[in-house]
């Protein structure tokens, strides 16, 4: 199968109450991972590459390669939808001419009037080609690539004022945040997300700062209309976790337990298993 807008799947999944899940992309075993986790659960899966992850692994035509020639590779026929994660607006328009089939345009950063210009020439440039547009309202918070900025609440009028430009989804701040959350963190703003909602529609939304956050705001944020849930940090740290204890239980140091495969194996199934308990919690698992 090849790679699939992320429209579809994300109207099924605000119409069936759940939400699909978005998971970044940081190297191969990444790419392994999440294929054979969505695959296994005959679950839709969304795979997220940031700017970083970009030029780590060679640029978006080398990933859209990459993950096409491992999905005929594994067998994969479950819709896997590859995906622009914070683009600007070159990055966007890059990954749009290179194979990508969803792209996330995050103008936050631009005053509104100009956020709105700018989305509409990649909703323009996206559809000509069946690509999905997310585009973003008010800055989530916490590190991404090297940004950092506090929590914000996304304006519900200029979410809905976004919304009408023919986006297939929404990503708005509403006290979320990339990365671990502080420990004096207010939790999500369940009003402002429900007034979001009345405003925007049927269109479907988007939760980024998806790790970390109580299962039970995760399902109440479901409920009220988020369909779409990005996941990276406690991917990397299941990852991160395998590989430390591989180390530190002396296995590099025993027969050809130094090569590289070896050392980050267990990462890969970690990974995996994380990707697997995600999607369960988010509802979509078996959706495919
Ligand atoms: P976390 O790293 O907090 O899971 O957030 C991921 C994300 O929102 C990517 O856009």
Redesign the pocket.
Known sequence: MYLVSAKEMLQEAERGRYAVG?F?LNNMESVRAFLLAAQETHTPIIL?V?GGTAKYMGGYRTITDMVQDFMHYLDINVPVALHV??GKYEEALAAIEQGFSSVMFDGSSYPIEENIAKTKEVVRLAHAKGISVEAEVGG?G?E?DGKISMGECADPAQCEQMASLGIDFLAAGIGN???KYPADWKGLNFSLLGEIKRRTGDMPLVL?????IPDDQIRKAISLGVGKI?????CQMAFTEAVRKYIEEGRDLTSKGFAPRALLAGGLDATKAMCIKKMTLFGCLGKA
């Not at 980024?208 to 970390?212: D, E, F, L, N, Q």
């Not at 990005?230 to 406690?234: A, G, I, S």
């Open positions: 978005h970044n997220g940031s994660d914070h989530i916490g991404e945040i990339h990365g980024h700062g998806g790790s970390c990005n996941v990276n940090t406690e």
